[in-house]
């Protein structure tokens, strides 16, 4: 019995340590949805309503942020390493540095980075459709993102429809830090919302961008 519980503990031990070792790399999810419909025209523009009420735990004054973001596809560039062609995008918020986001054309794929320091860490790869998947990291911590439904979706004074949501979660096992966050995707036009919520040892609370003007001819 007991060289049995010991082949048990030694089998479980080594499937933990190759799933701790493996790196997931996302595939390009091989659909007919045409990569034409995803904005990357140099000089594109949204100006979003941002409301911020990320607050400290044990605070007595919860603060509300409210502002607005413009966000620009500001710059288009070639990655010397690899050839990939890349549109940088800018997020400015009032009083704050410039949020920067790396968008690489690979063939008949994009793939939108968290940030431009870690190229492992892809957010969104498009295209794709309802029910689509992809996750990079490995085992103890990484980053989820599921296309999870396709509908008709209305912000203040706008009906959109062929809206696609797509969830985003950061996995860990070595915090109790998380953090969800919600896109609704309309092609040829960008994010119409984006909902960040966070939940952290000190701090807890919700930003959500709602899109209030572009200059995207054919969406008003």
């Not at 605070?59 to 890349?86: C, F, N, Q």
């Not at 807890?204 to 054919?218: E, I, M």
Request: proline share 5%; aromatic share 12%.
């Amino acid at each position: 019995m007991r060289k049995q519980i010991s082949k048990l503990i030694v089998i479980l031990l080594s499937l933990f340590l190759a799933l701790s070792c493996e790196k997931e790399v996302p595939l390009a999810p091989a659909k007919p949805v045409t990569i034409e419909t995803f904005p990357d025209r140099l000089g594109s523009q949204w100006t979003y309503y941002m409301v911020d009420n990320l607050q400290i735990i044990d605070s007595s004054k919860p603060e509300i942020v409210i502002d607005t973001v413009e966000a620009s596809i500001s710059e288009r560039l070639t990655d010397p390493d690899t050839g990939e062609e890349a549109t940088i995008w800018r997020y400015n918020i009032n009083n704050r540095p410039a949020v920067i986001r790396p968008v690489f054309f690979s063939k008949d794929t994009v793939y939108i980075y968290w940030n431009w320091e870690n190229r492992s860490r892809i957010g969104l790869v498009f295209p794709f459709e309802k029910g689509d998947r992809w996750r990079t990291g490995g085992f103890l911590s990484g980053d989820e993102t599921t296309v999870t439904d396709v509908i008709t979706a209305t912000i203040p004074g706008r009906l959109f429809e062929n809206v696609f949501v797509l969830e985003n979660k950061t996995r860990t096992t070595v915090s109790t830090d998380s953090r969800t966050i919600t896109l609704w995707y309309v092609p040829n036009l960008g994010f119409i919302k984006i909902h960040l919520h966070e939940e952290h040892a000190q701090s807890v609370g919700d930003t959500t961008w709602t899109l209030v003007s572009h200059n995207f001819p054919g969406f008003n």
